[in-house]
C-alpha cells in the first residue's frame, strides 16, 4: 500500500499578506458541504460562550436549516455569517484568524489543505488523515470529534494570544508548501506507477 497525499496548488499558494488582526477577538471559518458527518452545530456551539469570536459559514447542504435552527437557539446570530457556496474560497481563507474543521470523519481533506495553504490556522478534529497534517501546538490545535468544549477551548486560547496564532500561521503554511503541494502529489503519484511498472515487468 502507497499513500499519496492531496496536494494544493494555484491561488492558494500565491505569496499573500496576512490581514492585520486585532489581540483578544477572531474571526474564525468554517468550509464545507453542509452535511450530518461534519458536525457543524458543534462548532455553533462552541463559538456561542466565545463573545469575542465572529463565525463565518463557507457552503451549503442539506444541513443548512439545521445549523441555522441552532444559531438561533444559541443566540449568536449577529456572530454568525451564512457566505452560502463559493466558487472561490481563497479570498475568505485569507481574511480568517483561524480555520476549524469539526467532521465526524474525513480521509484528506482538502478545505484544511487550502486554510494551512493561506497561512491560517487550525482547529481540526482528530480523524482520518487529518492527524498526518496537522501538527498539533505548531500549524494547529487537534481536538476529539464531538466535543465543542474542546473546539471552545482552542479558540478562546488563540483569540487571546495573536503571537501564536501568528506562529502558527507561519507553520502551517510551510507545511503545506514543503508536503503537500500539487508538485508533491504528482511526483508521488508518478513514483508509485514507476514501482507498480517495474514489479509487474
Known amino acids: 500500500m502507497h499513500t499519496v497525499y492531496n496536494g494544493v496548488g494555484g491561488e492558494f499558494l500565491a505569496d499573500c499578506p496576512r490581514p492585520a488582526s486585532a489581540g483578544g477577538e477572531l474571526d474564525a471559518l468554517w468550509l464545507g458541504l453542509m452535511e450530518p458527518v461534519k458536525r457543524v452545530p458543534d462548532l455553533v456551539a462552541a463559538t456561542a460562550r466565545l463573545p469575542q469570536v465572529r463565525l463565518t459559514l463557507v457552503g451549503d447542504g442539506p444541513e443548512r436549516e439545521r445549523v441555522e435552527a441552532a444559531v438561533a437557539a444559541a443566540g449568536s446570530a449577529e456572530r454568525v455569517s451564512f457566505a452560502g457556496f463559493q466558487a472561490d474560497p481563497a479570498p475568505y481563507l485569507r481574511a480568517a484568524d483561524v480555520f476549524v474543521l469539526c467532521s465526524a470523519a474525513e480521509a484528506c481533506p482538502m478545505a484544511l489543505l487550502q486554510a494551512m495553504a493561506c497561512g491560517t490556522p487550525v482547529v481540526a478534529t482528530r480523524v482520518g488523515g487529518v492527524p498526518e497534517i496537522v501538527r498539533h501546538g505548531v500549524d494547529g490545535f487537534l ?59
Open 143 to 201: 481536538v476529539d470529534p464531538g466535543q465543542p468544549e474542546q473546539i471552545r477551548s482552542a479558540l478562546g486560547w488563540l483569540a487571546a494570544d495573536l503571537p501564536l496564532r501568528r506562529a502558527m500561521s507561519v507553520s502551517a503554511r510551510r507545511r503545506v508548501l514543503e508536503r503537500f503541494g500539487a508538485e508533491r502529489m504528482v511526483e508521488d503519484l508518478l513514483g508509485v506507477y514507476a514501482r507498480t511498472t517495474a514489479c509487474a515487468s
